[in-house]
């Protein structure tokens, strides 16, 4: 790989790990019963996923390089974007009581 090519990795894998910061910290901020009202896992499961997804991030992302860290890298993008774009607007329009601004 080129230095650029490198270069322009390495900062898409930094921008990744606010995103899985992100996550986590929206799931801690939610209550337990809106999971399960919003027909998700539990609240355990998804503070297990997105703060795996981020530690997964941090240590496989900057610190990895290329090569086999980034596997683990991206695996912990898809968990924490899987939360970000179906579990969190179900939980925010579960907990506005299903209005839909």
């Known amino acids: ?3 650029l090519s490198l270069n322009i990795l390495y900062l898409i894998q930094l921008a990744g790990v606010p995103v899985g910061l992100f996550a986590f ?3 801690v901020l939610q209550r337990a ?7 998700r896992m539990t609240k355990p499961a ?3 996923i997105t703060g795996g ?3 997964a991030m941090i ?3 900057a610190l990895g ?3 086999t860290g980034m596997l683990f890298w991206l ?17 925010i329009e579960v907990q506005r009581g299903g209005q839909n601004w």
Do not use: C, E, N, Q
């Open 65 to 67: 390089g290329p090569g």
């Open 75 to 91: 695996a912990g993008l898809v968990a924490v974007l899987i939360y970000i774009v179906d579990v969190r607007p179900k939980l």
């Open 53 to 55: 997804g981020a530690a």
């Open 59 to 61: 240590l496989f992302g």
């Open 33 to 39: 019963d809106a999971y399960t009202a919003a027909d």
């Open 25 to 27: 910290g929206h799931a």
């Open 46 to 48: 998804w503070l297990g």
């Open 1 to 3: 790989m080129s230095p």
